[in-house]
């Protein structure tokens, strides 16, 4: 395979720049937004049509049920976060640009992969990260099968969330399943741009 | 089980303080504060979600759920929880919860696995609130594009494995 050139001088500034400023910039978020007002909205509806239809009895059963369960998650989702903090400050980013960008091939594919699987926190540390790849110079293969892995079988995300709503067996059967798609995804990704789709724009 | 995980998870969350503080006090002071709020910030909403999806799968009629996303829904089936997944709102909490309110209510397994992939990978608000601002947004225009197909191979995936 030949060499490719190196990358232009604007790329390699954008690289330092990440390097002096490691921590990615935090959203500020409000404890309560839109989506969780209808999803609230949405609850309190079907807990007043569970109380007028089937009784006090049955919807504190339902509840206390429910509270149980909120109790059970509190303890998962306080790791997950402080999980996501510390990653966010203590990843080597340039290690990780030199093993998933352009020249990494179907090795990098599923290295990015892979960390999709391990680097846990919500979107709030994702998103970011992925960003700096592609800034440090990961190609968008690479930062798809990344992205595409966290969501579908990132360890915390299972764990913390979806584990309490639908138990193991479920949870295991849905991730086997869900193995070879970050790679599938990231070689869509790859065929797309061989196939002319342009995904740095201007400066990037 | 639970006692498992929780355990297997702080001893990740300590071993990734104890490196922390081996680099600085600040740095250790600044994870355990950061992450700290976001599980201030994210209390109310899994509150809600959590309690509410008991709610919603018992409000929920099943004789409505079954013929369109149950078992025998087949195909069907997970192109409509595809599409749901697509169109619903919300954090972390949110999709999973629908989807176990459904597959309480008699949802079939691969069209509830076809809806929580879907609503992970390209639910529209969260590609709006959260990969657009941070990331070129050509690059996640290419992510949601190729990412069409994976809920389809999800469920069939899932539906070739066969249940353990």
Redesign the interface.
Known sequence: MPRLPLPPLRARTARFIVLIKPV?P??R????DW??A???V??????V??YV??GRE?FLT??F???A??A??L????????????????LPRELVARWVGHESGFAGLLIAAFFGFLL?G???TI??V??AF?VMGAD?GA??AF??SW??IGY??A????????G???V???I???L??PI??GL??RA??RAG?????GA? | MTLAINVLLWLVVGTLAFIASMRGRVLLNEGSRAGAMEFILLLPRIGIGVVGSGFVAEALPNEWIAPWLGPESGFFGVVIATFGGALTPGGPVVGFSIGAAALKSGAGAPQVIAYSTAWALYAIHRLIIWEVPMMPARVVWLRAAVSLPLPFMAAALAMLLGRP
């Not at chain 1, 949405?42 to 807990?47: D, G, M, Q, T, W």
């Not at chain 1, 764990?159 to 639908?166: A, D, G, H, S």
């Not at chain 1, 789709?197 to 724009?201: D, G, L, Q, S």
């Open positions: 990615p935090r959203r978020r409000r404890a309560f989506s969780t209808t999803i609230a949405l609850a309190f509806a079907a807990a049509t569970v239809r089937d049955h339902i509840l049920g429910d509270l369960l909120f059970e998650m303890p998962k989702v306080l790791a997950g976060c402080l999980i996501g903090a510390f990653v966010t400050l203590l846990p919500g979107p709030i998103y970011p992925a960003g592609l968008a930062v798809v992205i595409v969501t579908l915390t995300r764990l913390v969330w979806e584990l309490p709503f639908f193991a067996d479920f295991i059967w849905r086997v399943a869900a070879p798609l599938v995804a869509l990704a797309a741009v789709f342009e995904y740095r724009e990037q």
